[in-house]
Nanobody
Framework: QVDMVESGGGSVQAGGSLRLSCVVS????????MGWFRQAPGKEREGVVS?????????YYAESVKGRFTISRDNAKNTLYLQMNSLKPEDTAMYYCARANSGSCALGDFAYWGQGTQVTVSS
């Protein structure tokens, strides 16, 4: 059983920063692609960014976050991070940690999800 617990969400003003964390347990973590997804009210869940097993290569799915969001992972701690800077009201969403079935970071390969952490950005 895969267990993923996110933390670090909250309410900030536009231009602020937040750092999300996700601790993964109950599965092999290191050779697996990990990522962050988000879902805003009334919208479908979308991929934000993912990181390959080695930790030095990532893949952005949302063009709007490039240059503002940075993903990282600590394989020794089985923890995934998302540093979010220059936040905008349109970043408001529930953010989910996700685990793929392999080292591939194809969107369709993500199969496990955390419970989510809410990020709210006010103007």
């Amino acid at each position: 059983q895969v267990d993923m617990v996110e933390s670090g969400g909250g309410s900030v003003q536009a231009g602020g920063s937040l750092r999300l964390s996700c601790v993964v347990s109950g599965s092999t973590y290191s050779p697996i692609c990990m990522g962050w997804f988000r879902q805003a009210p009334g919208k479908e869940r979308e991929g934000v960014v993912s990181i390959y097993p080695g930790g030095s290569v990532w893949r952005y799915y949302a063009e709007s976050v490039k240059g503002r969001f940075t993903i990282s992972r600590d394989n020794a701690k089985n923890t995934l991070y998302l540093q979010m800077n220059s936040l905008k009201p349109e970043d408001t969403a529930m953010y989910y940690c996700a685990r793929a079935n392999s080292g591939s970071c194809a969107l369709g390969d993500f199969a496990y999800w955390g419970q989510g952490t809410q990020v709210t950005v006010s103007s």
